[in-house]
């Protein structure tokens, strides 16, 4: 019988692909990425987000708090991988979110479930206007079009127990031609998975996009379906689950990371599940993927997390870089 015998966090920000050196550049893109939203949900401008930021933001600007927190973060990815390389699943789980990669506002489905056989890993261009930024989001595919296996049988065992517990999910047997995986999927590939051909299980929830975002308590009940799946599925699998994206972004929200991570450490399943909508906004809303991970591991403890907030501009924007173990 499967069980799942690890549960990891990690954020999935262009922050982590960039060089050291260049954090201090995202001046030059933030101010272009709309719309902006301050800490409460409401649209702001990158202008207002100025006069908001508490002057304190200046401390976090300068070379050695750049390198600090970057070398910090890059731990962070380092000890993720280190976990994964002793564990050794033998399927790996990857809950993350779309942002405009593979679906689109024809058809944005609020949960999927991956069942192909394999699944492809190639660059997929973005074209922004800053090519330190573009090498930054290659770093999330292979160089070459390469296909890795799918845990097929366990995303079918998967399908049907959500079906049979209420959930109405989506399923998606292969991609269209010339894509392939996100970013949130590449990322764990790319950047956490030692050996990068382990099946995966690629799963995504909707967090950015109304008007189908799932409730975070729906997430949380999603992820203890799947490990119910799991724990049903008559093969000796090890299954490790990954939560890709989060936390506070566009505008880093100390507070509300915080406060989640916390939450997590001490299993308050109301509180985090209760966290105010307009508080899940833009990359905020990434949240959702640890919550359906942290239903998943209810039954794990939260060995380990280390947060770094990532103020990158005097607006205050950045990302809430987070990283989690549950054995």
Known sequence: MASIILGLGTSH???????????????????AIVPQRDKEGRVRTYDELLTLAPPSVRDWLNPGSFHARYDRAQAGIEKLRQVLARVRPDIIVIVGDDQRELFDDSNTPPFLVYWGNDIVSHQIARHLPWDWYNLANTRNYDAEQRRYPVAKDLALKMIDMLIGAGFDVATSSGLSPGAGENHAIGFVRQRIMPDKAVPVVPILINTFYPPNQPLPRRCYAFGRVLRHAVESWQE??????????????????????????????????????????AKLHAGNSEIRNWIAVAGAVENLELHWYDYVPGYRTMAGTGTGIAFAIWE
């Open 13 to 31: 920000t262009p922050m982590l692909n960039v060089k050291r050196e260049e954090w201090p550049r995202f001046v030059e893109s933030d101010p």
């Open 236 to 277: 000796p699998a090890r299954v490790a689950i990954v939560a890709s994206g989060g936390l506070s972004h566009f505008t880093v929200d100390e507070e509300l990371d915080r406060g989640f991570l916390d939450m997590l450490r001490r299993k308050d399943v109301t509180a985090f599940t209760e966290i105010p909508l």
